[in-house]
């Protein structure tokens, strides 16, 4: 997801063995050090490189046996190493990229929610319409029932009433169900 910046490289800091420093001097956050030669290299850089043979004497003396002592804070250094080392711009973009998406996102949940409630509106219409409906079936079907129990009364009285005109009717216009 995030770009990785490639692993710091250990840094040789060649100084006095804690054994052979007092007790008190063995965490310092400063060593001392000699300037770089003059022809040794040209660079730009106020700090010197840890790894040219110019930095802090040579790999068989101890960094005071030069003569010039000038201080370098271990923390500075590391500080303008990392920062040299990391490139903000691409945890910037991913920043801006994060915040674009979280408020899309966001956006879509807010529609989101607004159908949902939309809907809800729309099921709890379509709701009381069908209870309404149900309601009117159940009416209708009551009528019809009411209906078909009076023609069949009334049928039933005609034909005992007057049976030769009701057979005569009955075959003049058959049922339709053939009773």
């Known amino acids: 997801m995030y770009a990785r910046s490639p692993p ?3 840094l040789s800091v060649p100084g006095k063995s804690p054994q052979n420093l007092p007790m008190h001097q063995a965490s310092y956050s400063r060593v001392a050090v000699s300037p770089p030669q003059a ?3 040209a660079t730009s850089s106020a700090v010197p490189s840890l790894t040219s043979g ?7 003396g101890d960094s005071e046996s030069n003569g010039g002592t000038s201080g370098v804070d271990l923390v500075e250094l590391m500080n303008d190493r990392l920062s040299n080392a990391v490139d ?8 801006a990229r994060q915040a674009q998406t979280s408020g899309a996102l966001n956006a879509k949940q807010q529609e989101l929610l607004e159908l949902q409630a939309l809907a809800q509106r729309r099921l709890k219409g379509a709701r009381s319409n069908f209870a309404d409906g149900m309601k009117a079936a159940k009416e209708v079907k009551k009528d019809l029932d009411w209906t078909q129990k009076r023609v069949s009364a009334l049928k039933t009285k005609a034909e005992r009433r007057h049976p030769a005109e ?5 075959q003049r216009h058959p049922s339709p169900n053939g009773c």
């Open 8 to 10: 710091a490289l250990p």
């Open 166 to 170: 009701y057979q005569k009717a009955r």
């Open 54 to 60: 110019s930095y802090a004497g040579s790999s068989a």
């Open 88 to 95: 903000p711009i691409p945890l910037d973009r991913s920043l």
């Open 39 to 41: 022809g040794a290299s």
